[in-house]
């Protein structure tokens, strides 16, 4: 039987903007020529011209970057040091994963304004939509206007965000997994501060986020391609870099289509 793929993560690419500058990530390019010099500490002696092809030893990359720098799935312990009444949160090493490869789900939340804090009833309509009978365990993906302006100087302060009731509603049937094209599932930063200077009420920072700790669940940020999805009939592979005691792990999200 033959499968479709659908790349759901972002390059990570310093000179695209998918993060306000002070968490940019830097990559330091080598190349066959550059790394003789590691050669040499296990063949002591031996030059460029005598290795096969003289190309020199091998090409290399260093980074210096975040857990939460390119396509990301946040652990428990991200938002929260307890979870699920009080249980120590999960760091990424932890997260269960059978967590991570099941079907997925795409709700279309494009036309909400950008700032929007969607709630339950706005999630219920949504799946809906979909004519799907969410699954415990299924992956939901939120399908913003995040997805279309990567890279764009406006990024990070584009799509909607997911409040802390509309979170609860997908964790209370069982979700333990999300996703989402912009930056933060919960609302852009420039849209929440002028609420909470508004109102006072800083309990709306990171709402989403923080309705992990009544109930523990991961979720991914800065996916790409969600345009490209059907509302069913995927599934979803996003397990994370295994990183001690982590907060997030790198993930190459993928859809995949029998």
């Known amino acids: 039987m033959s499968r479709r793929f659908v790349d759901l993560s972002i ?17 330091q390019y080598q190349t066959h020529a550059d790394t003789m010099a590691e050669l040499q500490t296990f063949f002591p002696g031996v030059t460029a011209d ?14 210096t970057l975040s857990t939460h720098n390119g396509t990301h799935l946040d652990a428990p312990w991200h938002y929260h040091p307890t ?13 269960p994963l059978d967590w991570c490869f099941r079907p997925g ?10 700032g929007h804090i969607v709630t339950a009833s706005e999630i219920a309509n949504a799946l809906a939509d979909t004519g799907h009978d969410l699954q415990p365990l299924d992956i ?3 399908n913003t206007a995040a997805g279309a302006a990567l890279g764009q100087p406006d990024f ?27 930056w933060s599932w919960d609302a852009p930063f420039a849209h929440t501060a ?19 700790s ?10 790409t391609n969600l345009d490209l999805l059907p509302p069913t009939g995927f599934l979803v592979s996003c397990f994370p870099a295994k990183i001690k005691g982590g907060s997030a792990g790198w993930t190459r999200a993928v859809a995949i289509f029998d």
């Open 194 to 212: 002028r609420r909470v200077a508004e109102s006072g009420d800083t309990s709306l920072i990171w709402e989403g986020h923080k309705a992990g």
């Open 11 to 27: 390059t990570l690419d310093p000179s695209v903007i998918t993060d306000p500058p002070f968490m940019r990530p830097s990559i």
């Open 140 to 142: 939901v993906l939120v």
């Open 50 to 63: 005598e290795v096969p092809g003289g190309k020199g030893f091998a090409a290399s990359e260093t980074l």
């Open 105 to 114: 789900v795409k709700l279309d939340l494009r036309a909400m304004p950008d």
């Open 214 to 223: 009544e109930i523990g669940y991961c979720h991914m940020e800065k996916m």
């Open 156 to 182: 990070l302060g584009k799509g909607c965000g997911i409040g802390r009731e509309a979170t609860l509603y997908l964790t209370s049937r069982g979700v333990r997994v999300t996703g989402t094209d912009a």
């Open 83 to 95: 979870m699920n009444g009080g249980e120590r949160a999960i760091t990424i090493d932890e997260v």
